[in-house]
Structures are given as structure tokens and as C-alpha cells.
């Protein structure tokens, strides 16, 4: 049973904590009571008038890869429209927004906690336009869940600004989205309908709430504890997974060899250990290709950084393999996913990457819980 209540369950119960005549729910197959009732079956059935929904990426339904989207529908139960908001941004989003003819935008998405990982973007966008439009926007807290004590890495540089990262936040920032849509500090209408029951320090299964994996390669907490520091090899000619059942904690490519592990466990990095191991990918990088690398074993969450991690991983790949590892991705995604481009310059250079990872800090600011 859990012991947290989510913000989609408390306004359930209790449906003037939203306001407004006319709301549009933004939304995926993450936003569930914790008896796994969807939140748009639940906040019908409490009376509150949905006349629209909103799909980010990967689509409401969650069926898109990466970068893709289920474009606009009619959700089959309801009869609502459902509006895709991926890749628009700025007047063409707030035509969309303004075309549904929705007073308040309701946000009940779970992040995993990594600015690159895109919902806290979806937010962000649909925020300036609901401050743009001059409507209500209601935010439905959810757990962080890598917790609220640590955030790891440098913040964004705001010339690298992107859909992976459009506000200066760490690698691992630590908060949820309703302390986020308030430190974005946009001048709206802002509700935050706050968790009750929730410590900064609560790892994800001691809320008690059900695990439902937010996109197609993010299958399980194990996937999200190491996605910040795996996930920058996205943008590198590496795997990261994607293609395995086990994406973002096999890590691997054709030229590896049997250097690549041993040099990482000489490394002796705090929380997690590494089995070398061949994956062969059915879809993405090397698709069809065995390729050989490295599965990560988290035996410690606490001491384990996955910043620091990630770094670590990329130096000895560039040292091992100079001539084989490569920038891969539009516009050099590594500068986007690292929010500047110091990192791959400190590569290139063949200079040690965890120099540019600060020590951990908490986070601080505008935060709901303690």
C-alpha cells in the first residue's frame, strides 16, 4: 500500500484543487492512481470537465520510439481529442494549445530526473504558453525517482539551450515538476497540487507506489538510476542499449574489446560494478551487430553517481579507442545532452571529463518538500 499520495490522487479526492471550467490534461500511461486507475479516468469520474488531452513524446500512449510521437488523435474511451505537443514549441504550440479551447492545462507526467530526459521540457513549453495565453496551469506532483537530496553535474549553458535542456539545471537536478514549474518562474497562473507523504530522501520503492516505466527504454528503476551518466553515450557511435531489454546499463560497440572492462573496474567507481558482456542490438546503433562492452551493477544507490559514472565510461572509451570513438546525432547531440560543449572538447583533448563534475550537492531553491 502506499504511503505517498500522489498530486492526480489527491485531486481526485477533491476536485476544486484545480479551478478552471475547461481543463486539458497532459498526460501519458504514467499518470495513474496508485491502483493503477488511469488519472483521466479518475478525474472524470470525480466530475472535473476534461475537454482536451496532450501527448508529449513518445506519444499519450507511450507507443513511439525515441524522438517520435503518435501525432494528433481521438483518445477511443473518451472521445477527447488529443493533441501531440512533441517538436512544436513557441506561437505554433500556442495555437495548438489555444485551439482545444482549454482555460487550465492539468500536468501529471513522471519524470526520471535527468534534464535530458524530455517531459520536464513538455512542461516547460506548455507553461510559456499558458502564461502566453493567460491560462490556469495545475502541476500534480509525483516522486522524484533517483530522490530530491542529490544533484550531480554542471548546469546547462544557456547557448546550448534545447528541447533536451532549456533552463540551467544539473545533469541530475534533484527535484520534481511542481519545484521545477516554479523554479522556471514563469508568470502564470501556477497550481501545484504537492504529494503528501513524500521524504527528499525516499528511494522509489519505499513510496510504495506502482513502477510504470515513462517511455519504451526506460523499462525499469535500475534503467533510471544509471541514465544519467549512460545516457550521454547517446551521443557517441557507442550503444546504449537501445535494442536489448536492457537499455541504457549494457553499454557496448563493435570495436570494443577485452580492455574496455577491466579498465572501468580499476576505476573502483563508488556504488556500481561492471560485467563484461556481448549484446547484440535488434534495432538503433548497430542493429544485427554483436558487440561487446559492459553491463553496470548497481549494488550501492546511495553512494552511487551516475554523472560521475557516465564521465568515467566516456574518458576510458576515448582513451582505449581514439580512433574509433565518434560524435553521432544531429547538431553534435553530445553538446546538447551535456548542456555545453565542454565535454567534448576535454575529449578531443584527451583530458581527464570528471574535472568538469563538480561535487555533489543538494538542491536548493524553491522546494515543496524537505
Known amino acids: 500500500m502506499s504511503c505517498v499520495r500522489t498530486g492526480a490522487e489527491r485531486l481526485a479526492a477533491d476536485p476544486s484543487l484545480a479551478g478552471g471550467a475547461r481543463l486539458g490534461l497532459i498526460t501519458n500511461p504514467t499518470g495513474v492512481l496508485p491502483d493503477l486507475t488511469p488519472t483521466l479516468d479518475a478525474l472524470l469520474a470525480s466530475g472535473l470537465r476534461l475537454t482536451a488531452l496532450f501527448g508529449p513524446e513518445h506519444g499519450m500512449r507511450g507507443t513511439a520510439q525515441a524522438a517520435g510521437s503518435e ?3 481521438v483518445d477511443e474511451k473518451t ?3 488529443v493533441y501531440d505537443t512533441h517538436k512544436i514549441e513557441g506561437e505554433a504550440l500556442d495555437r495548438v494549445v489555444a485551439a482545444s479551447g ?8 513522471a519524470d526520471v530526473g535527468t534534464r535530458f530526459y524530455t517531459y520536464i521540457w513538455t512542461m516547460y513549453d506548455l507553461l510559456a504558453s499558458a502564461a502566453r ?3 490556469r496551469f495545475v502541476v500534480l506532483d509525483r516522486p522524484n525517482p ?20 532549456r533552463f540551467p539545471l544539473p545533469v541530475r537536478h534533484g527535484r520534481t515538476a511542481g519545484e521545477l514549474a516554479g523554479l522556471f518562474g514563469f508568470d502564470v497562473d501556477l497550481r501545484v497540487v504537492e504529494m503528501e507523504g513524500w521524504r527528499r530522501d525516499m528511494t522509489y520503492a519505499e513510496t ?3 513502477w510504470v516505466m515513462p517511455s519504451v527504454n526506460m523499462p525499469t528503476l535500475d534503467t533510471v538510476l544509471v541514465y544519467p551518466g549512460t545516457g550521454l553515450f547517446e551521443g557517441t557511435n557507442f550503444s546504449e542499449g537501445r535494442g536489448t531489454t536492457r537499455p541504457f546499463e549494457l553499454v557496448g560497440a563493435p570495436y570494443a574489446d577485452e580492455r574496455f572492462a577491466p579498465a572501468l573496474a580499476a576505476l573502483d567507481l563508488p556504488g556500481v560494478r561492471f560485467r563484461e558482456t556481448w549484446f547484440t542490438p535488434t534495432f538503433h546503433k548497430h542493429a544485427g551487430t554483436p558487440v561487446r562492452g559492459v553491463q553496470l551493477h548497481v ?3 546511495t553512494a552511487f553517481r551516475p554523472v560521475l559514472t557516465g564521465l568515467s565510461m566516456l574518458h576510458v572509451a576515448r582513451t582505449l579507442y581514439p580512433d574509433d570513438l565518434r560524435w553521432q546525432g544531429p547538431d553534435l547531440f553530445m553538446d546538447h545532452l551535456w548542456g555545453s560543449d565542454t ?3 576535454c575529449l578531443e583533448a584527451g583530458a581527464d571529463p570528471r574535472d568538469l563534475c563538480p561535487p555533489p550537492g543538494r538542491p536548493e531553491g524553491r522546494l515543496l518538500y524537505t
Open 71 to 73: 501525432g494528433d488523435t
Open 79 to 81: 472521445g477527447l481529442a
Open 102 to 109: 482549454v482555460d487550465t492545462l492539468v500536468f501529471d507526467i
Open 133 to 135: 495565453l493567460g491560462l
Open 146 to 165: 533517483l530522490g530530491g537530496t542529490v544533484e550531480e553535474g554542471p548546469p546547462l549553458d544557456p547557448a546550448f539551450a534545447t528541447f533536451v535542456g
Open 208 to 210: 510504495g507506489l506502482p
Open 299 to 301: 549494488h550501492d544507490r
Open 343 to 345: 565535454l567534448t572538447r
